[in-house]
């Protein structure tokens, strides 16, 4: 009788959960702080840095024999790491949201070594992330982490995304509009321009 009664409870609360119809997707530097850390070109064979790449510059980079990529450096947050406030004013604001019919996510190129170390960094700016998810993608397209975020989640109808990579917005809205044409889709690119941050609407 008490199994049964435990069965019975379980299955009220599971009822009574508000299901997530609402996800929001916010990258880490250059979104939500300003980068401090490099993405270096090597050469295979010595290892010797030949250059290094900023985020629109990795956008544009086409896999070079003899040469490879080196994210290490984005293991970790330096302390000297600036908040961008407009954007960081959003994400507390998305993240404390009473509606508990939302997931707020970090998808960032980072290492994954690096996602407890985001996690410290945003908790030192006084913000509660309970239940936020931190992924890093090292490097890899970040439209494969939100498909797979949304087969998981089949009632969100609504989807939000900060990014200040074109491609990674441009990955996505395509992968979006062959997999989930009926989710209502924002994609945001944050730019600074006379050093003012712009949260444009993105159009590619």
Do not use: C
Request: proline share 4%.
């Amino acid at each position: 009788m008490k199994l049964i009664l435990e069965s019975w409870r379980r299955y009220l609360t599971e009822e009574q959960e508000t299901p997530i119809t609402k996800l929001r997707v916010f990258d880490f530097d250059d979104t939500l702080t300003h980068a401090t850390a490099r993405i270096v070109v090597r050469d295979t064979e010595t290892g010797e840095e030949i250059r290094t790449l900023n985020q629109g510059e990795l956008d544009t980079y086409e896999e070079t024999e003899g040469e490879e990529l080196d994210f290490s450096e984005f293991k970790e947050v330096p302390e000297e790491t600036k908040p961008i406030e407009e954007i960081i004013k959003i994400f507390r604001n998305m993240v404390e949201h009473p509606d508990k019919d939302r997931k707020v996510m970090i998808i960032t190129a980072r290492m994954t070594a690096a996602e407890s170390e985001i996690e410290d960094y945003l908790k030192n700016l006084d913000i509660d992330i309970g239940d936020v998810e931190i992924v890093g993608t090292e490097g890899k397209s970040k439209a494969p982490y939100v498909q797979r975020e949304l087969e998981g989640l089949p009632n969100v109808n609504n989807f939000i995304m900060f990014d200040d990579s074109e491609k990674n917005l441009t990955d996505v809205r395509e992968m979006m509009e062959e997999n989930f044409p009926n989710i209502k889709v924002k994609l945001r690119q944050p730019k600074i321009e006379d050093g003012e941050v712009q949260v444009s609407i993105f159009r590619d």
